[in-house]
């Protein structure tokens, strides 16, 4: 063999070589590409929301939630927040729930969200509201991936199972509502379902009949309680609004049952607790039929009706079942 020839078969093998190491270079980088790509879908997952639809990494440690129901939510789950919205009624924290908020930092209220305290905590996850926070959504969502739930009316239970998701904890959220249900079927046996019921609320500067689409009017309706026909009838007037109807003392008589129950949103000043003792002085009070009878109870509002939660859910029923035990 000439020289000429050993010089190309040479620049040939050459060539072929390098051929054959970018082929491989270019699988490999495929493997890792594919590999890559897999690594993620395995460590995250999507939830769809009132606001679209999110990626979160999977296993959220620090999570800031902006409602008081989807607190309780949390905590009823095992998880504790890094940062939650302060309690309506509590320095910071319901009575209820205050022992399992040590530590947890105060980013606002509700309605009132703090977002450079949400931003200094630096979370992986943030859980909200559209009623409450829809106009700050995309300032939430550029510090971390985040999740709202629709409303915050009536059904907790339904935002309940969004949160689970969002958290990564829907067999914990499922072993929640289970035993809620277990707890409800228990107190439904011992009481009288026959039993009609009138739910009054007191605040500064107005007072309400609260009604089925409200968060005791719910568990109300889970139980089979009924409701007075004097209520029905003035909630028939607007079906699109089941939830209350705010009345002056003239009114008094539509709050009649075979038992009242009441509690006063008191923020501190005192007003809402003049308010209340104004009502209950008032002749038209003492002259109710659940009132002579001894059947009005004054009841708590966290429970009964601010907390929104499973956790006051679970309480409310407690109460029910002393109050109507058969």
Not at 306 to 315: E, F, H, M
Request: hydrophobic share 40%.
């Amino acid at each position: 063999m000439n020289f000429k020839k050993k010089v190309y078969l040479g620049f040939l093998t050459l060539a072929i070589c390098s051929l054959l190491l970018a082929a491989c270079g270019a699988a490999d980088n495929t493997d890792k590409g594919n590999n890559a790509a897999k690594t993620e879908g395995e460590n995250t997952y999507t939830v769809d929301h009132a606001m679209g639809s999110t990626k979160i990494s999977k296993n959220p440690e620090r999570i800031v939630v902006l409602t008081n129901e989807g607190t309780e939510a949390l905590l009823a789950m095992g998880v504790t927040p890094v940062g939650a919205v302060r309690s309506w009624i509590g320095d910071p924290w319901y009575e209820h729930i205050e022992k399992q908020m040590e530590g947890v930092e105060v980013v606002g209220e509700e309605s009132n969200v703090n977002i450079e305290a949400i931003a200094a905590l630096e979370p992986d996850l943030i859980i909200g509201n559209k009623m409450r926070q829809e106009k700050i959504y995309e300032q939430l969502k550029a510090i971390a991936p985040t999740v709202f739930a629709e409303d915050l009316r009536g059904d907790w239970q339904k935002n309940f199972t969004l949160y689970s998701k969002a958290i990564n904890k829907e067999e914990e959220g499922k072993k929640v509502l289970d035993e809620f249900k277990d707890h409800l079927n228990k107190v439904k046996e011992n009481i009288n379902t026959d039993t009609e019921v009138s739910v009054v609320r007191f605040m500064e500067g107005r007072t309400r009949i609260y009604y089925t689409d409200s968060f005791s009017g719910v568990i109300f309706e889970q139980l089979g309680l009924k409701r007075p026909q004097q209520q029905v009838d003035l909630f028939a007037q607007d079906q699109n609004d089941q939830f209350t109807r705010e009345v002056d003392q003239e009114k008094i008589p539509l709050m009649d049952g075979d038992v009242i129950f009441y509690f006063t949103y008191e923020t501190g000043n005192g007003e809402a607790t003049k308010v209340e003792k104004e009502w209950i002085n008032n002749p038209l009070w003492k002259g109710l039929n659940a009132v002579n009878a001894g059947n009005a109870y004054k009841v708590s509002d966290p429970i009964w009706n601010t907390a929104g939660g499973v956790l006051a859910a679970n309480l409310m029923l407690d109460d029910i079942e002393e109050y109507l035990a058969k």
